[in-house]
């Protein structure tokens, strides 16, 4: 590679980061790591119609989240500044003038109700090589008429002149040599009426201003590619133009399409990265952080959707993936989403993670629940103990709640049915003389006394498990009583036996 390593993750601000954002996001930062390059955060927000309050910051919070924070982003300008292209709005206007002075675009002054009754008037109306003749353009006007109108200051926009039967070809490093034939591209505008660019233009110019290498973004963006390469020419900065790589969409459970939000919200699944509340309507929309993934484990997830090292390991860190990722490994065919994996992935990452990263994790999970640790120790005990059992963070309340405080209720229709006072009365006893040594000491020592007492060990192991525990879950129940230590456990026997016997 020849040229430096420069690539960006450009967002609109508008709402919630869906997971295939964040996939673009990581897709962007891996390359970069493994190139020694730059990972650029620019905000795309030219449309003031879809601004949307906070979307930046949550925007920002997300990749932090995800561990891929940006080198360069409007936080920590580097020397490609501003990275916002609100702020960069007077750059943009020379090049949309450019292009008029060179015959690449032109003026337009059609009113919006001249647009709508030509949109009336031709059905699927598009502004473009078969319309631009019959619209108020600077194609159509004199001379004299434009400089009267612009001087007047009439709204216009500046739109592109796209060739007429011409093929726009470019190399994809996904897809290969992708051609577009330019009949069906319509003349998009560049510069808008409130002299802001629009994303075309911008896209262009900005890439170009930022010494971007290589552009990654979504599939969905593959029918504009057209206009930005034929931009690129007729800026005359083709050889500064990035390498191009559209990704595979993440699609629907059953293959069929996109995968939306609203997709999320049918199939009761999250789609964004972390929690989105609305300003307007309020509207939470819940993430897959709130929900209880690992970080880790989410970006493993979207990393092998739509893209593997060859092998059949699913399981990678970042370091790895950051050591691993290679564009030609991305599959043209869409990934399509399957939250049981997402699960999976997660599940997977809270068995082979120690006690200590797990630790503020849950620690902030059980202080939800309102349960206050102040052992560590202890609590990295518990951790290790049960972690096999949690699918998801919020697992963990409810697998190891008992270990903070005796159950407040008991899974009694379990117990009731066969309890008699001989069951009681092995239970005192075994409380008198219990020894909780270690796990093998005290399996022994509970076993010789049932035995003493004519029982099969068997029969008392679910209450006991229900005496400490409150149900029939849990790890090992000698690990357990070990863990709460006899006292706990001796007081546990006692409060249980009132409640069976009652
Ligand atoms: N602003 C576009 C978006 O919201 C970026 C597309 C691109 O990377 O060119 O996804």
């Known amino acids: 590679m020849n040229k430096k390593v420069r690539v960006r993750f450009a967002p609109s601000p508008t709402g919630g980061l869906h997971l295939g954002g964040v ?35 949550y925007i920002v919070n997300c990749l932090d989240w995800c561990g891929i924070t940006p080198d360069e982003s409007p936080a920590k300008p580097g020397n490609y500044g501003p990275y916002r292209q609100s702020e960069r709005k007077p750059s943009y206007r020379k090049f949309a003038e450019q292009l008029i002075s060179d015959g690449y675009a032109y003026y337009a002054f059609d009113t919006p109700e001249e647009l709508d009754a030509k949109r009336k008037e031709i059905p699927n109306f598009q502004y473009g090589q078969a319309t631009r003749m019959q619209m108020r353009n600077s ?116 293959g069929h399409g996109k995968l939306s939000k609203r997709d999320g919200d049918r199939l009761g699944f999250p789609v964004y990265a972390m929690n989105w509340t609305d300003p307007k309507t309020g509207d939470l929309t819940k993430g897959f952080k709130e929900l209880g993934f690992m970080p880790e484990a989410f970006i493993n997830m979207l990393a092998l959707l739509g893209w593997n090292d060859g092998s059949e390991q699913e399981i990678f860190t970042l370091a790895e993936l950051e050591a691993k990722f290679a564009i030609e490994r991305i599959s043209k065919a869409g990934a399509k989403f399957d939250f049981e994996k997402a699960k999976w992935y997660n599940h997977e990452w809270i068995k082979q993670s120690t006690a200590e990263t797990l630790q503020k994790p849950v620690k902030n999970e059980l202080l939800k629940a309102g349960i206050e640790v102040n052992d560590e120790t202890f609590l990295n005990t518990v951790i290790e103990l049960i972690k096999d059992r949690c699918t998801l963070l919020p697992d963990f309340v409810a697998q190891s709640g008992y270990f903070f405080a005796a159950p407040a209720e008991y899974d009694s229709a379990s117990v009731k049915p066969k309890w008699t006072n001989e069951k009681a009365a092995f239970f005192e006893a075994y409380a008198e003389n219990i020894n909780l040594t270690n796990v093998i000491d005290a399996e022994a020592n509970f076993k010789t006394l049932a035995e003493a007492k004519g029982f099969k060990p068997g029969e008392l192991m679910l209450p006991f498990r229900i005496m400490l525990v409150g149900g029939k879950f849990g790890p090992g129940v000698f690990d357990i009583a070990i863990l709460l230590g006899a006292a706990e456990t001796q007081s546990r026997i006692a409060k249980a036996i009132a409640v069976f016997n009652s």
């Open 23 to 57: 996939r673009t996001a990581l897709f962007n930062y891996l390359f970069a790591r493994k190139h020694n390059g730059t990972f650029v955060l620019r905000v795309e927000d030219t449309d003031q119609n879809r601004f949307v309050e906070g979307a930046e910051a």
């Open 139 to 254: 194609l159509t006007l004199t001379i004299s008429e434009v400089e009267e109108l612009l001087a007047a200051k009439t709204p216009h926009v500046i739109r592109i002149k796209v060739p007429e039967d011409e093929i726009v070809h470019f190399n994809d490093l996904i897809r290969g040599d992708v051609s577009f034939e330019t009949a069906i591209v319509d003349d998009k505008v560049l510069l808008k009426a409130d002299g802001m660019p629009t994303y075309h233009l911008a896209v262009v110019v900005d890439d170009k201003a930022m010494e971007i290498s290589h552009a990654f973004r979504g599939e969905e963006w593959l029918p504009s590619a057209p206009v930005h390469i034929l931009l690129w020419k007729y800026l005359g900065w083709e050889a500064d133009m990035p390498a191009w790589a559209h990704l595979p969409l993440i699609l629907k459970p059953d």
